[in-house]
Every structure is written in C-alpha cells, then in structure tokens.
C-alpha cells in the first residue's frame, strides 16, 4: 500500500541543466501542488515535471522559502495525479518508512529505511530545516535526483520530505511534515498552510 500510494503521487523534476529531482503532490486547500527542496528549482522559474503515468507538464516556480529548503511548483490546469495526506504526531525511531524519488537517472523508484534519529544545529540539518528545528536522520541511502521526494509511513502518510545524505555517513537527513506545514504557515503561504492543518491526519498507534 505504502509503496503504491507513494509512486503515484511521486513526480519527476527535470532542470534546464540537465540535472533531474524529485517532488510529490500535495492537495492544499483548493489546489494541488508539487513539494519539492529549494535547492532542486533553484535558479528556474519553469520546469517540465513527469507523472508516474507517464504524462508531463510545465511547472511554475510559486513560492520558495527562505528558512527552511522547501519550494512549491503550480502547474497551469491543476494535477489530475492522486495527493499524498501529511501526519501529525511523533515519528518513532526504529520505524520503517518507504522513500520515493528518480535516483541515478532512474524513474519513480520507492525503497525502505529506518528512523535512525533525529539532528539539530548542524551545518547540514541547518541548511535542510533550518537554523532551529529537527531533521529526520533515516538509515536509507538516497542518490542524486531523489532530493524533494516523499517519506512516508506504512499507510502512505507523509512524515517528510527527503533532503539529501549526511557526509561520512550512510545516512540520510529529511524534513519533517510539522515542520514543512509550520513554514507554510508563515508569511504569503498562510492560508495554504492552515489547508496543510485540516488535511493532516493524526497518527494511530497501531
């Protein structure tokens, strides 16, 4: 279930430069969009992106945060493509969690880790969450093009979004879902992100 829920929400993200990354669709409010990182649109204002149907579309650029490395891409029509639902609540460690993303030039790949942890105030989980806030730190490899895909839980909840891989390690750090609906709450994007609040789901313990 995990993994199919994942991919089809999951996109791919092409830049003019060649270089490929990842992003899922999120229904915020109203509208659908795609969440992708900052860093994978950094420097467009357009990018052709690819359902998991094997459709593609234009994508504009409409908001990238300066806290935190997360951008929101708009596609001119709306999505047609199924949404991924956020979560509220604790992520426990030692969860396993299946990761969505096009690594190493292949497409709408899914895999599983761990929650090994959490990091805070790190050159790296700052540059990724943000001077104050936690990253995820998952025991799962991640490869280029996979930055800005989904992680999520075992009913195909988001609990982040995948950043990129911890130096010297085997390790990979994400962005938590409560702190990608707190950014969005912030500033321009506030009524989106109140939309982020009434799709969160609360987690069960089972």
């Not at 390790?171 to 992100?193: K, N, Q, Y």
Request: contains cysteine.
């Amino acid at each position: 279930m995990a993994h199919d829920r994942c991919v089809r929400a999951l996109v791919r993200i092409d830049r003019t430069d060649g270089n490929v990354g990842s992003g899922w669709i999120a229904e915020l409010g109203p509208n659908k969009y795609v969440v992708t990182n900052a860093h994978v649109v950094e420097g467009e204002s357009a990018l052709w992106i690819e359902f998991s149907d094997g459709t593609g579309r234009v994508a504009n650029v409409v908001y990238v945060s300066s806290r935190i490395d997360l951008a929101l891409l708009e596609v001119p029509g709306g999505i047609a493509a199924p949404s991924l639902p956020f979560v509220t609540g604790g992520v426990v460690r030692g969860e396993r969690v299946v990761i969505g993303g096009n690594p190493g030039g292949l497409t709408f790949i899914t895999s599983e880790g761990v929650v090994a942890g959490t990091v805070t105030g790190t050159p790296l989980s700052m540059m990724a969450c943000g001077r104050t806030s936690e990253c995820l730190v998952l025991d799962a490899e991640a490869e280029p093009g996979s930055s800005g895909g989904p992680v999520v839980d075992h009913q195909g909840r988001v609990i982040g979004m995948l950043w990129g891989v911890y130096n010297g390690a085997s390790f990979s750090i994400a962005i938590p879902a409560e702190t990608l609906a707190a950014e969005l709450l912030a500033g321009e994007r506030a009524v989106m992100a109140r939309a982020i609040r009434g799709a969160m789901e609360p987690r069960s313990t089972d």
